[in-house]
């Protein structure tokens, strides 16, 4: 069974494999186009992994994590089972950022337990190691599971569950590459920005051309919608946010659109404090990705730009109760009354209990429109 709601904001109940039609109505693409929805769409980043039982299972039957995402059944099994369990209003391409790297060849490795390991890159020889050329054809087995992805959700009744698509934003994918990890403060990235601008504005460039390319394809594979998740947007001083995020995200939404002028790009430059506005106005995407460090006021203020998405705290879930309610609450009587999608502010802890997943979809769900 799934749970709908009627126009009047009454929960109805309908048999979930009831024949779903294509045209059917999408809350969060509505969301995103500016239109009223009778319900907030809500979904998760990170809603798939391993908060999840069944996702653990299938990780060890498949004996790691880039066997999973280079696998399109297995990949658009995990894909859905968030959907499955909670009836998001998105289902999210089961993929990580890094596989933009693996496919430029560069050498890419998770180990059981802990982030990601790249060969990092300190030197123009390490560059030139690369192979562009085979990037478009690696990921194929990415684009076959967001088709696999269209069709599950279709076949399972999921008609109004919309399909994102993602990429890492240029500056957060070429941080990686060049410290080679997970790291607080991304110290050799920022060394190479300061002192071989030369080939980080390299690295930047064939970078920012990979993510147009991926992004198109996956665009053509089936996604209704991109986010460009800028993670370590906030390590950037004001005059490194406007070159090195704001100006590569408006390259990658004009090449988008000017192919695609309906397709809804939400950009998520976390940590962006002060720049979120500025942002905003000036990179030409559709909706606008809030980490929880950004107040409600400042929330609303943003939303008089663009759609806003956001901003639970996932510790906050992680610890449920009381003050989960609390902040639900909060952050839905300020912001539903506007273009709003509720999600975290930073991706789902490993350790969330499901039971507080569920709390969550229920409070949002039962809150009054
Ligand atoms: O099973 C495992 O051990 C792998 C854990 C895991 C998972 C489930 C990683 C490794 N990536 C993912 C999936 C993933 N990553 C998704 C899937 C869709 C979803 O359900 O939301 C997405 C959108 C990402 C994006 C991603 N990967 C980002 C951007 C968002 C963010 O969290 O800031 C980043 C920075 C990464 C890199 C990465 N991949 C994995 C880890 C543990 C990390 C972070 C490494 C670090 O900085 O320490």
Same mark, same amino acid.
């Given at each position: 069974m799934r749970r709908y709601w009627s126009e009047s904001g009454k929960r109805i109940l309908v048999r979930?494999?009831?024949?779903?039609?294509?045209e059917a109505v999408k809350p969060f693409l509505e969301v995103l186009a500016g239109r009223n929805s009778p319900v907030v769409p809500f979904w998760f980043m990170r809603?798939?992994?391993?908060?999840l039982p069944e996702y653990r299972d299938l990780r060890a039957r498949k004996g790691g994590f880039l066997e999973l995402v280079m696998d399109p059944d297995a990949a658009c099994e995990v894909t859905m089972q968030p959907v499955r369990r909670f009836g998001m209003s998105a289902a999210i391409l089961f993929?990580?950022?890094?596989v933009v790297p693996l496919a430029m060849g560069q050498t890419l490795g998770f180990a059981a337990g802990e982030g990601p390991v790249l060969d990092p890159i300190r030197l123009e020889s390490d560059f030139a190691? +690369? %192979?562009?050329?085979?990037?478009?054809?690696?990921l194929d087995p990415v684009y076959r599971t967001l088709k696999n992805v269209r069709g599950a959700l279709q076949d399972e009744g999921f008609g109004d569950t919309a399909l994102i698509g993602f990429s890492g934003s240029p500056w957060t994918v070429a941080a990686y590459m060049i410290e080679g990890k997970g790291s607080k403060d991304f110290a050799s990235a920022k060394r190479m920005l300061r002192e071989n601008p030369a080939l980080f504005e390299k690295i930047m460039r064939d970078v920012t051309d990979a993510t147009v390319d991926y992004l198109l394809r996956q665009i053509e594979a089936g996604a209704e919608a991109v986010q460009l998740f800028?993670?370590?947007?906030?390590? +950037? %001083?004001t005059e490194e946010f406007e070159k090195w995020v704001m100006e590569p995200t408006k390259k990658i939404t004009d090449k988008i659109h000017v192919k695609h002028p309906d397709m809804k790009i939400i950009g998520f430059p976390r940590g962006a404090g002060p720049h979120y506005a500025p942002y905003a106005k000036k990179t030409g995407i559709d909706g606008l990705g809030l980490d929880q460090a950004v107040s409600v006021e400042e929330a609303r203020d943003l939303q008089k730009i663009l759609p806003v998405q956001g901003n639970l705290d996932p510790q906050i879930l992680l610890a449920g109760g009381e003050k989960l309610d609390a902040t639900i609450d909060h952050i839905l009587e300020n912001?539903?009354?506007?273009?709003f999608i509720f999600n975290l502010g930073h991706g789902i802890d490993k350790?969330?209990?499901?039971a507080h997943v569920e709390q969550m979809v229920r409070r949002i769900r039962e809150f009054p429109s």
């Open positions: 979930k494999n009831i024949q779903a039609k294509e809603q798939a992994g391993r908060y993929s990580d950022i890094l190691k +690369l %192979d562009y050329a085979r990037f478009s054809k690696a800028d993670s370590w947007a906030g390590l +950037l %001083d912001l539903s009354h506007g273009p350790n969330t209990p499901v």
